[in-house]
């Protein structure tokens, strides 16, 4: 039963290191889905891993296959990338939020804030000019947090 156990941890955990590289990637179709898994595809004698995989499925791929469709993406975007003198970021928030954007640098060291406020639901942009923010040549990396969920963007500036 451990074996049965550890093995079943093991593949959830490398479908969802898998999902959150394809989803961040963009390329992640709807292949996953509630009925992805079911009870007749599971062939294990023990019937209580069966009931757990059949229990794990039902509710915990329903939201892993809303996040992976979008309806929870919030399309956190910036271009030119590269850039040169300004970039626009964008991103679409589904609900009314506390937002907060920052840069910081590759070493870890925040060089500024450009949003942290409430906003309203619906498609955001900033058009952000380097030089107020003294950004030289280089790879960056924006940090969107919105309420309790953190998203990241590397941008290059030329």
Do not use: C, H
């Not at 963009?26 to 292949?31: A, E, I, N, P």
């Amino acid at each position: 039963m451990k074996k049965l156990y550890k093995i079943i941890v093991l593949f959830v955990g490398l479908i969802a290191m898998n999902i959150s590289v394809q989803a961040q990637l963009g390329v992640l179709s709807s292949y996953f889905s509630p009925e992805t898994i079911t009870a007749n595809d599971i062939s294990i004698a023990n019937e209580d891993a069966v009931n757990f995989a059949v229990q794990f499925s039902n509710e915990d791929w329903a939201g892993l296959s809303t996040l992976v469709a979008g309806k929870e993406a919030i399309n956190f975007t910036n271009y030119p990338n590269p850039a040169i003198t300004s970039t626009t970021i964008a991103y679409t928030l589904t609900a009314k939020a506390a937002v907060n954007l920052r840069v910081i640098d590759l070493a870890g060291k925040q060089l500024a804030v450009l949003i942290k406020q409430e906003q309203v639901a619906g498609k955001q942009e900033f058009y952000w000019e380097l030089a107020k923010n003294n950004i030289t040549s280089g790879m960056y990396i924006l940090i969107l947090q919105v309420e309790n969920k953190v998203y990241s963007r590397k941008i290059i500036v030329q």
